[in-house]
């Protein structure tokens, strides 16, 4: 028993000194090169997640205008709306906020109202996709676009979209003139603020795209200020 203990002694000292002279004796990048650093690193499916946009349309605008390159993260007031019968209707009513801006990562202008306020057609055209059903959030609805309507406009090849809306006034197939209300401002779909219990309307926006082609069919997303 006591040989067999001294054994047990004499091979964890050795051991001891072993760790010890390599400690010693190797520099820290050796050491670093053994082990591997996860904490960057996802997998396929987790990029995947991660880069999920519900717009899934290609980037491509020529003619961004000047301010929405240089204020792309500001929060601009806007005092009046502009006159329907001048060219393109703004969605929203008068005294809104534009809280961001349509860049390469985010297609489409982010306006603030009020909840429940109207959200109206930009131009003439028919209601082509309708997507409803969600309550503030379900961040995941309809794709996270939440409650959505998307309109063809008789004019070029133009589509508008209006995404995170509250209620939804018009129907596939229909008719809708510029300036008609077709919808009011919510905060459905992945929306930030997340609202609470508590706090019901945080997140409110219009989410407003505009796109050449049908969306989600091959169309492809531009900055919806160079309509007005």
Not at 4 to 19: P, R, T, V
Not at 50 to 75: C, E, G, P
């Amino acid at each position: 028993m006591d040989k067999m203990i001294k054994k047990i002694s004499i091979f964890l000292l050795s051991f001891m000194i072993i760790l010890l002279m390599i400690v010693v004796f190797v520099d820290n990048d050796s050491l670093n090169s053994l082990f591997i650093d996860y904490s960057n690193q996802l997998s396929v499916d987790e990029v995947g997640v991660l880069n999920v946009d519900y717009d899934k349309v290609v980037y491509q605008d020529t003619n961004v205008t000047s301010v929405a390159n240089t204020t792309s993260t500001a929060s601009v007031v806007k005092t009046a709306n502009p006159t329907v019968s001048e060219g393109w209707a703004w969605p929203t009513d008068g005294g809104y906020t534009i809280t961001t801006y349509f860049s390469a990562g985010h297609k489409a202008l982010d306006i603030f109202k009020g909840y429940g306020t109207n959200i109206y057609a930009a131009n003439n055209g028919v209601v082509t996709m309708i997507k409803a059903g969600c309550i503030a959030g379900n961040l995941a609805c309809n794709g996270k676009g939440g409650n959505y309507v998307v309109i063809k406009h008789n004019t070029s090849n133009y589509y508008t979209v209006y995404m995170h809306l509250k209620d939804i006034h018009v129907k596939v197939g229909d008719t809708v003139s510029k300036g008609q209300v077709i919808a009011s401002m919510g905060n459905t779909g992945n929306v930030i603020p997340v609202p609470t219990p508590t706090a019901p309307y945080l997140g409110t926006h219009l989410h407003f795209c505009l796109y050449i082609g049908e969306p989600y069919r091959g169309g492809y997303a531009v900055n919806p200020m160079r309509l007005y």
